[in-house]
T-cell receptor, first 112, second 114 residues
Framework: KAGVTQTPRYLIKTRGQQVTLSCSPI?????VSWYQQTPGQGLQFLFE???????NKGNFPGRFSGRQFSNSRSEMNVSTLELGDSALYLC???????????FGPGTRLTVL | GQQLNQSPQSMFIQEGEDVSMNCTSS?????WLWYKQDPGEGPVLLIA?????ELTSNGRLTAQFGITRKDSFLNISASIPSDVGIYFC??????????????FGQGTILTVHP
């Protein structure tokens, strides 16, 4: 099976812009989780989607949002970008019946 | 929020040596996972643990799910240069509010000298 894929791999944006990141889970996985990774805060949970429904949300401002499509692909959106949003954004998919998450390669977002 | 305390923060070892790292928490976890991350890449799953007391091996790696469900350790035997990277522990708490949410340790940076 192909692994989790994320596009794009790298993005450079300026403050105030918005960005959309995409994640395709492993075939058959319906749960997709998103994380932000920074040197200072480590890996922080953003949200989780299952069957197009957000089941859980981390402690991030409303500028961070996401959605999931019927084919389990997921997108996350960050509006009004701030310098502090520069990070590696990771998505992970989980097979039903387990808590084991498989990560994609991440999208490196740089906000200038 | 929930935290996992991972130690040591970094290790410098010679090729061929054994390595041990661990994670502890004040909370009870349902699942313990160990990942390795290379620079600029996503974490790669090494070992998954689901039962208290479970001891699982994957090649030169061995990990255990603590009896109290509040800790886990990872051992690497006979280290080689490609073991270099950052190792993370991660846990999934019990309960519906933990859907899809892993809590991560701070990471252990491993350097292996040939």
């Amino acid at each position: 099976k192909a692994g989790v894929t994320q596009t794009p791999r790298y993005l450079i944006k300026t403050r105030g812009q918005q960005v959309t990141l995409s994640c395709s889970p492993i075939s058959g996985h319906r749960s997709v989780s998103w994380y932000q990774q920074t040197p200072g805060q480590g890996l922080q949970f953003l949200f989780e989607y299952f069957s197009e429904t957000q089941r859980n949300k981390g402690n991030f401002p409303g500028r961070f949002s996401g959605r999931q499509f019927s084919n389990s692909r997921s997108e996350m959106n960050v509006s009004t970008l701030e310098l502090g949003d520069s990070a590696l954004y990771l998505c992970a998919s989980t097979p039903e019946g387990t808590d084991t998450q498989y990560f994609g390669p991440g999208t490196r977002l740089t906000v200038l | 929020g929930q935290q996992l305390n991972q130690s040591p923060q970094s290790m410098f070892i010679q090729e061929g040596e054994d390595v041990s790292m661990n994670c502890t928490s004040s909370s009870i976890f349902n699942t313990w996972l160990w990942y390795k991350q290379d620079p600029g890449e996503g974490p790669v799953l090494l070992i998954a643990l689901y039962k208290a007391g479970e001891l699982t091996s994957n090649g030169r790696l061995t990990a255990q799910f603590g009896i109290t469900r509040k800790d886990s350790f990872l051992n690497i035997s006979a280290s080689i240069p490609s073991d270099v990277g950052i190792y993370f522990c991660a846990g999934q708490l019990l309960g519906g509010t933990s859907y899809g949410k892993l809590t991560f340790g701070q990471g252990t940076i491993l350097t292996v000298h040939p």
